[in-house]
């Protein structure tokens, strides 16, 4: 194998592995968030695109040149001519196209789970995000419900104690603060709807978050099991072709 396919084979290897690590159920994408957030990390994520987009053009363009290679040495011509002429021509026509057919799925699959590993790293992060805001959001509501009940336990006690007082102005003072509470407690339950709304729809993104990244998993297992028969189809051409 030559360097550029070794180095397609290495490249291939590593990202099924740090995609396998990726999909561990026991870390959680806020601890990934905050692994992402190390310094080493945000100085990458400065060459991040174009290293991306590099690999992606260089994975482009072993992928074509493989399935030229295929079409080349699948040719009926050639291989009947190379039959007809040498067998041992057409063995080594064979090689090659076996060759030419095992770079064709290095590259494939590599292309392919480059960009896997982009939108499950993009996923973890977006996911991250609405778990924080969810937390907030939470927080916020408790203390929003917090309030209102002190407000209107405080309210309930004036109103107790205004019950049994005298009438003229101390009536209408304490009628003045009797309406200036309920105006603060129908406020504090205008807020408490507001951030109750906010958390129904930070709920509903993290749902759509999670089933998103439930998609790409088991996307990721199919293509994980087509890759394992082919791996088996390639290990006994191998051994037909040792034979």
């Given at each position: 194998?030559?360097?550029?396919?070794?180095?397609?084979?290495?490249?291939?290897?590593?990202?099924?592995?740090?995609?396998?690590?990726?999909?561990?159920?026991?870390?959680?994408?806020?601890?990934?968030?905050?692994?992402?957030?190390?310094?080493?990390?945000?100085k990458m994520a400065v060459f991040?695109?174009?290293?991306?987009?590099?690999?992606?053009?260089?994975?482009?363009?072993?992928?074509?040149?493989?399935?030229?290679?295929?079409?080349?040495?699948?040719?009926?011509?050639?291989?009947?001519?190379?039959?007809?002429?040498?067998?041992?021509?057409?063995?080594?026509?064979?090689?090659?196209?076996?060759?030419?057919?095992?770079?064709?799925?290095?590259?494939?699959?590599?292309?392919?789970?480059?960009?896997?590993?982009?939108?499950?790293?993009?996923?973890?992060?977006?996911?991250?995000?609405?778990?924080?805001?969810?937390?907030?959001?939470?927080?916020?509501?408790?203390?929003?419900?917090?309030?209102?009940?002190?407000?209107?336990?405080?309210?309930?006690?004036?109103?107790?104690?205004?019950?049994?007082?005298?009438?003229?102005?101390?009536?209408?003072?304490?009628?003045?603060?009797?309406?200036?509470?309920?105006?603060?407690?129908?406020?504090?339950?205008?807020?408490?709807?507001?951030?109750?709304?906010?958390?129904?729809?930070?709920?509903?993104?993290?749902?759509?978050?999670?089933?998103?990244?439930?998609?790409?998993?088991?996307?990721?297992?199919?293509?994980?099991?087509?890759?394992?028969?082919?791996?088996?189809?390639?290990?006994?051409?191998?051994?037909?072709?040792?034979?």
């Amino acid at each position: 194998m030559t360097f550029q396919w070794t180095a397609v084979a290495t490249i291939l290897y590593g990202e099924i592995g740090v995609i396998l690590v990726l999909c561990l159920p026991f870390i959680s994408p806020l601890r990934w968030q905050k692994i992402f957030m190390f310094p080493l990390w945000s100085k990458m994520a400065v060459f991040w695109n174009k290293m991306f987009l590099t690999i992606i053009v260089l994975l482009i363009i072993l992928f074509l040149d493989a399935v030229r290679e295929i079409r080349k040495y699948s040719s009926v011509h050639v291989n009947e001519k190379a039959a007809n002429v040498n067998s041992s021509a057409f063995d080594h026509i064979q090689m090659k196209l076996f060759r030419s057919q095992r770079n064709l799925y290095l590259s494939g699959f590599s292309l392919f789970l480059w960009l896997v590993l982009r939108r499950t790293v993009t996923l973890l992060t977006q996911l991250a995000k609405e778990m924080a805001s969810h937390a907030a959001l939470e927080t916020q509501v408790n203390d929003a419900t917090e309030a209102a009940k002190k407000y209107m336990a405080e309210n309930e006690r004036l109103q107790e104690a205004l019950s049994g007082k005298g009438h003229g102005k101390k009536k209408e003072s304490t009628d003045a603060t009797k309406e200036k509470l309920k105006e603060e407690v129908e406020h504090l339950k205008a807020e408490l709807q507001k951030t109750s709304d906010a958390f129904h729809k930070a709920k509903t993104e993290v749902a759509a978050v999670k089933k998103q990244s439930e998609g790409l998993r088991k996307e990721y297992d199919h293509l994980m099991k087509e890759f394992q028969q082919l791996q088996q189809s390639l290990n006994q051409a191998e051994g037909k072709k040792d034979l």
